[in-house]
């Protein structure tokens, strides 16, 4: 046991140390990074989707597809408009590492990009101690998850910077309670900002959208 733990020390070391360069580079060439991160089936593909298609004349996106055997989320993203997505298969790991991000990050020309976004693997798990170099961290759920996610995976809301609450189409059809995830996730981070979006509908997409134009002229 012992001996695992400490393989396992020196594996986040490694990769905190590659990340840190992968964010020199990404803040040297003055783009922002966010890595999102849910279980499967919260919409990472369909925000991205809609976001790529709403924001391809203004911001120079780019996007790499994390996906544990197929490319399925990344052919849906270029179909989105996506002129920069890479997909990342991990062969059944089941999260992302800096050194795929190092390793895929010299097939993008990096003076083009304004923004780019990271697709993890849907798991609210071990994603949350891998950092691969990103600014933030977007946490997404779905009003037709469990409202219990903040509590039973609460690593990866205080790592995160932000919070979208995705498919609020859908509320009302289940038990979950808008007010008591908000109030659980902001519990255990205060700093937590949170969306709430429909991507069947569109509700809220032009404030996640206005969000990420300030973000990254801030940048
Ligand atoms: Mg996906
Ligand atoms: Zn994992």
Redesign the pocket.
């Known amino acids: 046991m012992t001996e695992i733990i400490e393989l396992e020390k020196k594996v986040l070391s490694e990769n905190d140390r590659l990340a840190s360069a992968i964010r020199n580079q990404l803040k040297a060439h003055h783009i922002t990074a966010l890595n999102f991160v849910s279980s499967p089936g919260s919409g ?2 369909s925000l991205l989707e809609k976001t790529l298609g709403a924001l391809k004349d203004q911001l120079r996106i780019a996007l790499i ?1 994390g ?1 544990v055997q197929t490319e399925n ?1 990344a052919n849906r993203l270029i179909r989105a408009g996506g002129e920069m997505v890479k997909p990342m298969v991990t062969h059944d790991a089941c999260h992302l590492e800096a050194n795929m991000i190092s390793g895929i990050l010299p097939e993008f020309d990096l003076d083009k990009i304004d923004l780019l976004f990271i ?1 993890n693997v ?1 798991n609210l798990v071990c994603p949350s101690s891998y950092d691969l170099g990103e600014n933030m961290k977007v946490v997404l759920i779905s009003t037709t998850e469990g409202d219990d996610k903040p509590a039973k995976y609460p690593a990866m809301f205080r790592r995160a910077s932000v919070m979208v609450i995705n498919k609020t189409d859908l509320l009302g059809t289940s038990d979950f309670d808008m007010d008591r995830v908000k109030k659980n996730a902001l519990g255990i981070n205060p700093g937590l900002r949170i969306f709430e979006t429909s991507c069947r509908t569109g509700d809220g997409l032009d404030e996640w959208y206005a969000w990420l134009k300030t973000i990254v002229t801030q940048n």
Request: charged letters at 55%; hydrophobic letters at 15%.
């Open positions: 990472k593909t597809a996906d989320d697709e849907g």
